[in-house]
């Protein structure tokens, strides 16, 4: 494993799978910059821990030059935000959330560009279609994602934040190349375990969902970021990870 010290912003930090994130990229001799909401609740030892930097604010009230700031010693970032599991975090406002920070984090580095391509690895959903890939989903998965995404605005999120790295930024962009993770269900282990991934998904995430772990998808979002072999390979696409 190639550990070159490197420091990687993480926004959504402080969710479940952003903590996941932010440990093993320490564990791996990584610096971290994290973005968490002013009341997050974040771990006692990231405080006191000297590899990482905490930046208490609101993503979606950061503007692009504050943003260029925070990156600007960055070579990658990740993003692991996601809607709050509640009524307002669900329906309320922002709508746009992932989809506006993806935006706001594009322009950034752009601001930031220094002829070297800087990584930016998404967390995102195996109910989302890679449409580079021409995947399908058979009829009753359009159905019931049909629904959800017309009554879960959440997912319409998700699709969209996808959708502006593969359509906006693309394959060939100067200075930033993006892989889009979709873990399936997603479960709490205490340990990295043996994992797969697959260009598309294997099983219905509707009807034959797979389980993967929170801290396996901190731990593969981890080595794309280290691992120049690993980000080759998956770069410009959408990996699926599962359990073993």
Request: a neutral charge; one cysteine or more.
């Amino acid at each position: 494993m190639e550990t070159n010290n490197l420091t990687t912003l993480v926004i959504g930090a402080s969710g479940a799978t952003g903590k996941e994130l932010v440990n093993q990229l320490i564990l791996m001799g990584q610096n971290v910059k994290v973005i968490v909401r002013p009341l997050a609740i974040i771990p006692d030892t990231w405080e006191t821990n000297k590899s990482i930097s905490i930046i208490k604010a609101n993503v979606s009230e950061i503007e692009v030059n504050e943003m260029a700031n925070y990156i600007k010693d960055c070579q990658s970032v990740v993003s692991c935000l996601g809607h709050n599991l509640n009524f307002r975090g669900i329906f309320g406002k922002p709508r746009k959330l992932v989809t506006s920070a993806v935006e706001l984090l594009c322009s950034a580095i752009e601001k930031n560009s220094n002829g070297h391509p800087f990584k930016f690895v998404l967390m995102n959903t195996t109910g989302n279609r890679n449409k580079d890939l021409k995947e399908t989903f058979s009829l009753g998965e359009k159905i019931v994602i049909g629904l959800i995404r017309l009554l879960i605005p959440p997912q319409l999120d998700n699709e969209t934040a996808a959708d502006y790295l593969r359509l906006n930024i693309g394959q060939n962009h100067e200075n930033i190349q993006w892989v889009a993770v979709r873990p399936d269900s997603l479960i709490n282990e205490s340990n990295v375990t043996g994992y797969e991934l697959h260009a598309s998904p294997t099983r219905s995430p509707i009807f034959n969902s797979g389980k993967t772990s929170r801290i396996n998808v901190g731990n593969f979002m981890a080595r794309l970021i280290i691992e120049n072999d690993l980000w080759e390979e998956w770069k410009g696409k959408m990996p699926v990870i599962y359990n073993k």
